[in-house]
């Protein structure tokens, strides 16, 4: 057997393993009975502690050094080689106890955090979260020296591969410069709308599921390879070939499970698309959270908010629920669906206000790795920020800093993904409709084959063959900038 | 640490490693898209692998030996030690090679035995089967030469921990002289009496659910630990303190499914009643596959085919189906639950004719796997024994020896336990109404409490301290004979 033949039959055990966990944690998510919590913990422990140890096998630098001198390899497999030493670099740099105080501190900090939380207590958060950040911070520092970048970077390269506070730096500046401006004029235009009609429920959830399996279908999910259920917080997790997303249905509300459920559609069409031959291999998957989260915004937000998808989709709602009246017409669903609003809340938020609450995050964050900023400060310099970029100031830190997870599970480099992820998928979906001109009009008549055929050729089936800024240049002639994500929001809210 | 304390906490690795396993096979039966099959199956088989690594770790063997030797043992811990070095003994028994050889062999088997069952075509399943045999019996050799019994007792002690053939043959040969001539006064006490009404259906599936949902919870499930779902096959499974059962919905017949899931509720309550403090421990588990058989067959034949429980039962049955008339009188479906047929099909049989279908399989594995038989002679000896035992001849393999996947999937020594099972429930129930009065009047007001109870105290909480013959004896007054059971097949069928 060759190395590389050894270093394939060990990441498909890998795949196998991490297969394993996705289908345990979706299972505790969606249908584990309350009192399995504790057996279901050992269980997961145990098996990431197995995972981890087959990550860091010593005998994969072995056989990478072996491979990588190997000649019938084709450009698959060398990708592949280059996707296992990254990942091997990363997985190894942290000593075992790093990782195992980190875990705990990560545990202890989100008990405390859900409490912090419903009290608006951040002095009590203040000593857990300092835990977790001083932690990441020596994690950030151990891995950024294996990659050669700073602490903050080698977080970030957790979720974004490749991706530099540097780069990201340039984008939201730029973005960051014209959104409150912006923001204003949309509201603007807006108040001087008239109000869409409304719609009034109950909204039976057994009808607002067959509606999203409808939607789903004609989006291209594969049923064979996945399943729609229901869990607290939606999510797209599961294994290969077996990709699950979740929603949650709210009675008064059809549209928040509907748009969920294909935010969701979005991220689990990419992980069925991605290449079949190297689906188990570090090579097939998907290439970072970034265009991860654009799979899923240009279908929540670029193809799905447009009049188009509602001209298609209105006669839908109508049946599911017999809706009849103006506020069941497609123009007044479309209008209710790109609604702007300032809110503190960034789950809540829509696509114009979004980037302000991430702008920020990544801001404080960056600061708070880079040890350019106390913690105990927190609260202070976010509210200051939220008053710069979106005009409003939390009246708590409930619905300030305490308000996301991120932070206290450890996901630290993670936020700037988001905002990526919607200029990536404006420049997609724009690159989209100029190689495929049916995919509009498609999408009108609840055929999404021209864009999900050009997503798949694109982005879906390259897996992590090429980095993310060549990938990008591949399927739209250049790396992300803000140019065309300014342009669709100019488009949609201003008319422009 | 002490030795026994490093056996308590490999163990309950053990243990998380086997929930997860229980919960991904639940999964696969309950929920997995079938596109999922094949990574599913490697992440089983990786598991498993990684389950039996663990189960032969060599560090098990010194712990062993120095624990046994510590005197700051309780007699939980003493029992947990016996257990251990049981389990580890067995698991030992077996080279690698003979292991991935009878895996591959039952792989191989099972698919053939679902087109040769199909077909009828013994003769095609002829080679895989005697393959499977083959090393059936090397197993069985190996085996039985550490535990110094026979082949067929060793594996009969994978299911029935101390079982062995000599007492069954004797239980089994008082019963086969007791049932042709029973069965035949039962059939005729029947044909005697006036048929029950019957009940026309479709029965709404949904009902059907919310019926067993009521039962189980009359029965005592905590579903806090455990799940109702449907799959093909009804099984009880999933992990520790998460005990989940399915059934299988006929439109026709709710009773079939009701049945079904009183059966499984029987399986389940053993499972949540396991001692908490042990639960993760070997001395912790089911004491066998009998007593485990005997819980299930304790609340379908012994409780709930009583006109004490219809008496209960049938105005939810009318209830939820909105059922009138003759057939939904307690009477009736009394009377319909304890229909006796002489039939082909073993998993259609009635309590009375049960018994030979699994008699007729116990003899004739035992003498496969002691070579006093060739297997090509497997469908003559089948069809004479169903004669001499049933007084019925298949008319093809498909109904006759073809009809179980038992011996193709590498489960021999198994069938007996079905039998033993529903003895000990006859000896169990019988004790149980005499300690506790208030069992049957219980039963017909819904309260199973007196019932369980017993059973938690005597049978659930024991887990495995107890060598089963012992566990009985302390129950009852004395190790399992047929004369309970023969007692209530009289009492019920022949109102003697």
Same mark, same amino acid.
């Given at each position: ?174 973005? @960051? /410069?014209?959104?409150? !401006? %912006?923001? #204003?004029?949309? *509201? +603007?235009?807006? $108040? =001087? ?23 789903? @279908? /004609?989006?291209?999910? !594969? %049923?064979? #390879?996945?399943? *729609? +259920?229901?869990? $607290? =917080? ?34 689990? *069409? ?227």
């Amino acid at each position: 057997m060759t190395a590389y033949a050894s270093l394939a039959r060990h990441f498909g055990r890998v795949s196998a393993m991490s297969n394993a966990i996705g289908i345990l944690q979706w299972d505790s998510d969606t249908m584990m009975p309350s009192g399995a919590a504790a057996s279901r913990a050992e269980s997961l422990a145990l098996l990431r502690v197995l995972a981890h140890g087959m990550a860091v096998d010593p005998r994969i630098g072995d056989w990478l050094e072996a491979a990588e001198a190997e000649s019938e390899l084709t450009d698959w497999d060398r990708a592949n080689l280059r996707e296992i030493r990254r990942v091997y670099t990363v997985e190894t740099a942290l000593p075992a106890d790093l990782v195992e105080a980190s875990s705990k501190a990560i545990s202890a900090c989100e008990m405390k955090w859900r409490q912090a939380r419903a009290d608006s207590d951040f002095a009590g958060l203040l000593p857990f979260l300092s835990e977790v950040l001083k932690l990441q911070r020596e994690a950030g520092a151990a891995k950024g020296e294996k990659l050669g970048v700073s602490s903050y970077d080698a977080l970030l390269n957790d979720y974004e591969p490749g991706g530099s506070s540097a780069r990201i730096d340039a984008l939201f500046d730029d973005l @960051a /410069a014209f959104l409150p !401006d %912006f923001t #204003r004029k949309a *509201l +603007d235009a807006q $108040a =001087h709308r008239a109000e869409p009609a409304s719609i009034e429920g109950p909204f039976a959830i057994q009808a607002q599921r067959q509606l999203g399996l409808k939607v789903m @279908a /004609a989006l291209g999910y !594969d %049923f064979e #390879r996945g399943r *729609l +259920d229901i869990s $607290a =917080h939606p999510f797209c997790g599961g294994a290969d070939n077996d990709v699950r997303i979740t929603t949650r249905y709210d009675e008064a509300d059809f549209a928040k499970a509907l748009m969920g459920v294909i935010h969701e559609t979005g991220h689990a *069409l990419y992980e069925q698309g991605r290449p079949a031959a190297y689906m188990s291999q570090p090579v097939g998957h998907a290439r970072g959270m970034s265009v991860h989260e654009s799979q899923s915004l240009i279908m929540e937000m670029q193809a799905c908010r447009t009049p188009e998808f509602f001209a298609f989709a209105a006669p839908l709602m109508r049946e599911a629920f017999g809706g009849a009246g103006p506020g069941w017409e497609a123009e007044a669903m479309w209008r209710r669906a790109t609604r702007v609003e300032r809110g503190f809340i960034r789950v809540d938020a829509d696509e114009v206000t979004y980037p302000a609450h991430v702008i920020l995050r990544y801001r404080l964050e960056k600061a708070l790795i880079a040890d350019a900023m106390p913690l105990s400060e927190l609260p202070a310099a976010w509210n200051e920020g939220m008053q710069a970029l979106l005009g409003i100031t939390p009246p708590n830190d409930r619905l300030g800093c305490l308000q996301d997870i991120h932070w206290p599970s450890g996901g630290w480099g993670y936020f700037p993904t988001y905002t990526l992820g919607a200029m990536t998928a404006a420049q997609l979906f724009d690159a989209a409709c100029r190689a495929e001109p049916d995919t509009l009009p498609g999408i009108a008549r609840g055929d999404f084959a021209p864009l999900v055929g050009w997503l798949r050729a694109n982005i879906h089936a390259q897996g992590s063959r090429y980095a993310t800024d060549e990938l990008l240049t591949r399927a739209t002639g250049r790396p992300l900038d803000a140019g065309v994500f300014k342009a669709h929001l100019a488009r949609r809210y201003l008319g422009a």
